[in-house]
Structures are given as C-alpha cells and as structure tokens.
C-alpha cells in the first residue's frame, strides 16, 4: 500500500487559504485521487466545511481549539480513523491562522502512524496588505507572520493587484530574505500552477530510505524505527550533542533490561520519559531545520549495535 500524501496549508487569517484548497480539491477530482480534508477551527463552528463538502470528500473537522496545542489528542485520533477507515492516496490539512507550523508537525507525526505518511510540503499563504502593514500588529502576531514564512516550502502572496509595483517588489524581497529557500509567486486569489505545487520536495524521510539529500533545507522530518533497545545513558549522550535546530522527538523506545517501552518527548531541548504499560511499535519521530537525516541516523543505529554487542560480552 502507497503512503499516504500530507499538504500543510499554512497562514494568516483571511490569506487565501481556503480559497487554495478549493483549487487544489478541484484537481484532485479531476485526477480521481481519494481525498480527505481536516480543517481545524479556532471556534466552535466551522465557516469553510462546506469548500469539501461541495467536492464530496472525506472531512475531518477539529473545532474549538488549535490542533498544535489544545486539541492534538483529537487530532492524532482523526488522523488515525481517516488511515484506517478511508486509506485515502492524500490529506489536506488546513491549519488555523494562528498555528505555528513547527507545532502543527509535532502534532500531525505521531509515532504510531508516522511512517504511513509522505509529508509533501507546507504551503504558506501570505496577506500582500498585512505583510505591508504587519508593524501594526500585535509583536506576537507579527512573529506568528514571520514564522508561518520561514518555515513554508512554497509562499503565495495574495491580493498583488492591491500592492503597487514598488510594494510588490519590496515583499518579495523582504519574504525571500527571511525564506530564501521556498518557492515565491506572487498572485490574486490563490492562483497558483497545481502542478507546480505537486512537485513540492518531499521533506520526510524513513529509515529504511537512505537516499534523502544529504543537505536537507527548511523544515524536514524523520522517523528511525528501532529493532532493539539502547542504553538509557548512552542516549542522553546523544541526545546532548544533538543540533540546536532539532526541535522537537517524540516516539517509543526500549532502555536496558525493560521490557516495556517509553514514551519519550523532547522539546526545546529537555527530554521527557513516560513509562507505557503496553508494547507500541518503537518509532522515533524527528522534526528539525537544516539537518543531515543521514548522520542522525548511523548515531542511532552505533546505539543500537553497541548494546547488542554489550550484551552478547555480559
């Protein structure tokens, strides 16, 4: 069975989102590709449900909170209903206007069905008059903006036919200064070449996949599937010489003689260890910036070959 296709749709408020995944969900229909859709809601009603409702797709709604913090448990349990019930070939996830995108990652990579998926990219939208005017914002809002850019994999910037040239000429360089990286049009409406979009760089790599670039750029993700346990000391040491743009790891492991796994998570560099009471597949996910998979990877597998090795000496 082929993994199954993840797009992030990223951005502010009234930047076009929606207006993106109409256009991409017409596309679709017309590939005959089974689709599904989550849409998560700051409020208690959904305003822009009805976008897959009118293509006849599967739809998952999250509503009354933001799905990289306070609802990430209904999250993971949707995510999970859709790969077993729907098999869907690709999701779309549109995020609220005020989710961080390295938050919104952690929360859609659980480590029990992390490897099911194929994380294509993150589209971010961007408000052409908002970006002019974002020093009226709040400080937060104005990080949030600059952000949901740096981390996208393709940035459109709406409402051009607003901006005068000299504006237009000024986002594009600010935006591609802070995201050098990522793809830039921009455009009106969300008008962008679908097929461009569908050659968005996948950025998640397996384990069992050694052919990822050996420079990875922006936001890339990563899952190590453990075939053994490792030394509980031995993996702290590793994890004290981990780069600081390794964000976030979460997943199963096994330490030493336990028979059970933990449930281990890290976060802006402090791990956290929760012993489970049931045996889970060992996968470790990895969400991080600028990072080399491959060398992560042989450290992983030296952990797990010197213990082996341990105990066949004991």
Not at 250 to 261: H, L, N, R, T, V
Request: with cysteine; proline share 3%; net charge negative.
């Amino acid at each position: 069975m082929n993994n199954t296709e993840v797009y992030i749709l990223s951005g502010f408020l009234g930047s076009g989102k929606t207006t993106l995944l109409r256009r991409l969900l017409e596309n679709e229909r017309l590939l005959g590709r089974k689709t599904a859709v989550m849409m998560n809601e700051l409020g208690k009603v959904s305003i822009d449900s009805e976008v897959a409702r009118e293509e006849d797709v599967s739809l998952k709604e999250l509503l009354g909170g933001c799905i990289c913090c306070s609802i990430s448990d209904k999250l993971e349990a949707q995510l999970q209903s859709l790969l077993v019930n729907e098999k869907p070939d690709v999701i779309y996830i549109e995020t609220t206007g005020a989710a961080h995108p390295v938050e919104v990652l952690d929360a859609i990579l659980s480590p029990l069905f992390a490897d099911q998926f194929i994380i294509k990219g993150i589209v971010t939208t961007v408000d052409g008059l908002r970006w002019r005017d974002r020093r009226s914002l709040s400080p937060q809002l104005q990080q949030l903006l600059l952000e949901q850019v740096r981390h996208a994999d393709y940035i459109l910037i709406n409402k051009m036919d607003e901006l005068s040239e000299s504006e237009q000429s000024k986002t594009i360089f600010e935006v591609q200064g802070i995201n050098s990286s990522a793809r830039c049009l921009l455009t009106n409406y969300s008008q962008v070449s679908i097929e461009e979009l569908r050659k968005l760089t996948v950025s998640f790599a397996k384990q069992s996949n050694s052919n990822f670039s050996q420079k990875a750029l922006n936001l890339t993700t990563f899952v190590y599937q453990f075939q053994e346990p490792i030394s509980h000391s031995n993996f702290e040491e590793f994890l004290r010489d981990l780069p600081e743009s390794i964000y976030r790891i979460k997943g199963y492991m096994k330490f030493d003689a336990s028979s059970k796994p933990y449930l281990f998570q890290y976060s802006y560099g402090m791990p956290l260890y929760m012993k489970e009471e049931m045996n889970l597949p060992l996968n470790l996910v990895f969400i991080g910036e600028n990072i080399n998979w491959s060398e992560i990877e042989e450290k992983l597998k030296k952990l797990e070959l010197f213990y082996k090795i341990q105990k066949e000496n004991e």
